[in-house]
């Protein structure tokens, strides 16, 4: 005789819309808790196949579906059982129908797939050489083009979602191709005012720059958007001086030398600060550094950092800057 959990999960495939919708509304009020992740995680097997099917109705019954499948995938061992059922392939189907109205939910859905190393490959598509990147085209297009200053920003999480596929060494390349453009269209966003979105860009760059020794050329050819991403948020509160501005490109020099928003997430500081330091450790990188008046930014970005851990990768970044050849600082260049 069937059990109520098995009972509810069968009422999920009924050909009655009304029945489907009051049981995927109890699925979903059971997810908020942990108990009733707990239960349902025993009948994974039929009811992660069920939600899949239902993302892909009307929003009424969809929504309440894959808001239960983001709780649920907060879960590794589901998230890998809904990454085998190709729940990936399924999600971004749904999310780029025109008539999808629950993409915020698919987007976090997502974030947390590709938490996994087999669910970011899945985005990546890595085992089909056709397709691959499209999926990451399409997201890093959709982020580029949503609205970021109102309130429903859909496509915000992307970000988070870059930051878990560059954890891969395919994402890493595939971001950085200069013929694909994609770290390009990244690093604009981080004028965003958005700070989830500043901490996915700053998270991406930060892991696209463990390439730099093979990839440095690659990295620099956005530099005119890279170095005020990486910089700006490390260069402390004050006006700089003329002096100081015109030893800097104008997008940097224009930008210090106004009252601008402080970037309060911690977070967005060190990652910015170790992306810096492995650029750095190329020589190329850090004659590149030195030639928009780097290290002095970052002087006076450490005079006005209050935070420990910040302060730390400061000076782990100061003492790379004393330990390398100080003479390679140019003398009397023009700014590229």
């Known amino acids: 005789m069937a059990t109520e959990m098995e009972e509810l999960i069968s009422f999920l495939s009924s050909p009655s819309p009304q029945i489907t919708k009051a049981a995927v509304d109890i699925v979903r009020g059971l997810t908020g808790s942990v108990e009733g ?156 005012n958005s700070s989830l979105r500043k901490k996915g860009v700053s998270g991406t760059i930060r892991n696209c720059c463990f390439e730099a ?41 224009s930008a210090l030398s106004i009252d601008r928003e402080p970037v309060n997430d911690p977070e967005i500081r060190i990652q910015a600060l170790e992306a810096i330091y492995l650029i750095i450790l190329q020589d190329a990188g850090r004659r590149a550094f030195w030639s928009v008046n780097g290290p002095r930014i970052v002087q006076i970005g450490y005079e006005d950092e209050e935070d420990p851990k910040v302060m730390e990768a400061y000076e782990q970044l100061g003492s790379l800057l004393v330990h390398s050849s100080s003479a390679e600082e140019p003398s009397g260049e023009t700014p590229q």
């Not at 056709?130 to 309130?151: A, E, I, N, P, Q």
């Not at 395919?170 to 694909?180: A, H, N, S, Y």
């Not at 958007?225 to 020099?253: C, H, T």
Request: aromatic fraction near 4%; charge should be negative.
């Open 37 to 192: 992740l707990q239960s349902l995680a025993n009948y994974s097997n039929s009811l992660l196949p069920a939600l899949s099917r239902l993302i892909t109705l009307p929003k009424e019954v969809s929504e309440a579906a894959a808001e239960a499948l983001v709780n649920l995938s907060q879960n590794s061992s589901l998230a890998e059982a809904m990454v085998r059922l190709g729940l990936v392939k399924t999600t971004m189907d749904v999310l780029y129908k025109p008539e999808c109205g629950i993409a915020q939910l698919l987007v976090m859905l997502l974030v947390n797939l590709t938490q996994l190393d087999a669910g970011a490959i899945a985005v990546l598509q890595i085992e089909d050489e056709k397709v691959r990147g499209l999926y990451v085209m399409k997201l890093v297009r959709s982020f580029c083009r949503t609205t970021h200053d109102s309130d429903d920003d859909a496509f915000e999480h992307v970000g988070s979602i870059l930051v878990n596929i560059s954890k891969q060494r395919e994402g890493r390349k595939l971001l950085l191709d200069p013929k694909r453009g994609l770290l390009k269209q990244i690093t604009r966003q981080f004028d965003s």
């Open 213 to 253: 020794e093979s990839q440095l050329q690659n990295l620099l050819l956005v530099s005119e958007f890279l170095w005020p991403a990486l910089l700006l948020p490390v260069a402390g509160n004050k006006i700089y001086s003329e002096q100081d501005r015109s030893k800097m490109p104008l997008e940097l020099g």
